[in-house]
């Protein structure tokens, strides 16, 4: 299985995990030119380490999507459309073809692409489906677009300044109400974080089926420093993890319970 959902009818919260995942499945490992040893730390540096256990709290009390595979493999995040999405520019579409240092990642044949394509649909299908549930018991469904960032601006992305937050609210014009925010902004604050909105990163996912056409379809984007969790030298946690995990979580659960109510 390339992701894994749970659908909770006790709540509109519909939680998006894309990037947590590690996975190379064996059928595919043949397609990456890499060394075994490069190919593993290419697979931990992209990754959103331990997103899955970082807002396990959050999680445990929604409907939720979680990408079991590497990002590399495929990019749930990202446009299946190269020419919708930014980031094919640097090979790192939907279906990654160049390293985070702009090497040759892989090459991708056109019967690998339906393989890769199936993959994203089926995993964007089941996200929609969750949406859809909640939009019938509540009428309304507050997707929460859950993800981690680097300390320090990488080559590949857009944003290079270097005064990077402990958190980062991503927003969406439409789909994002500034109440939500503001309490987003407060909780965290509360808790001595330093909080950006759309710096550095920007948006939050929305199933194309409700994009720009359902207000009832709510969506913000939590992006938390790596730096506050893990060694980012080492991808290990850091001794306070679980600390930070619970803080993160409750604070995002706090304000969605002040946003519905």
Known sequence: MYFESSKNNNSPIICNVPHSGTLIPAEYES????????????????????????????????????????????????????????????????????????ELLRTITDERRIELEKIYKNYHDTFTDLVTVALSNYDTAIIVDCHSFASIPRIYESDKDGDRPDI?????????????????????????????????????????LYYQKDIRVISVMIEVNRKLYIDELTFQKSKNFSEVSRAISRAVIKSLNEFIK
């Open 31 to 102: 397609d990456f030119i890499l060394q075994e040893d490069d190919l593993e730390q290419e697979i931990l540096y992209m990754a959103d380490n331990y997103t899955d256990e970082l807002y396990k709290e959050l999680l445990n009390i929604s409907s939720y999507v979680q990408s079991t595979v590497s990002r590399i493999l495929v990019d749930i995040e990202r446009f299946e459309d190269e020419e919708d999405e930014p980031m094919s520019k640097v090979g790192m579409s939907a279906f990654y073809t160049m390293t985070s240092e702009g």
């Open 168 to 208: 980062c609210i991503g927003v969406d014009e439409y789909h994002t109400p500034k109440e939500l925010v503001e309490r987003l902004q407060t909780n965290f604050g509360e808790l001595g974080y330093s909080v950006k909105v759309n710096s550095p990163f920007a948006g939050s996912i929305v199933p194309a």
